[in-house]
């Protein structure tokens, strides 16, 4: 579990790229500014959380993780659902859901409009 929120972290960190933070506080700066700041990183990480949980069956709790990111990011990721680390959501409304599985960074965000 550490590893893919380590991951995670660093690829939300990476997204955001906030550079005044990292001239002054350097990389731990952005990373912390990220996950402060993101509310999809932040659904990421309770998505981690949540898995973790259901792993140790913890009862109720993964749940109620799931309800807290569908009501803080629009964000739903589903229990039979597997990602890799590296998930970066660059918005919310996002559903994950089902028989689903990924290796590494999944990245979900709105394609282009085509011309």
Request: with cysteine; aromatic share 6%; glycine share 6%.
């Amino acid at each position: 579990m550490f590893e893919n929120v380590s991951e995670d972290i660093r690829v939300g960190a990476a997204w955001h790229n906030i550079e005044f933070v990292r001239r002054y506080f350097g990389e731990t700066g952005v990373r912390t500014t990220a996950v402060i700041m993101s509310p999809t990183l932040q659904a990421v990480l309770i998505y981690r959380f949540q898995v973790w949980l259901r792993k140790n069956r913890v009862p109720v709790l993964p749940s109620l993780c799931r309800r807290l990111t569908m009501l803080t990011c629009a964000v739903a990721i589903g229990d039979r659902t597997i990602i890799g680390p590296g998930l970066l959501m660059a918005h919310g409304n996002v559903i994950i859901d089902g028989d689903t599985s990924s290796d590494r960074s999944v990245r979900s965000h709105p394609s282009s409009p085509s011309a």
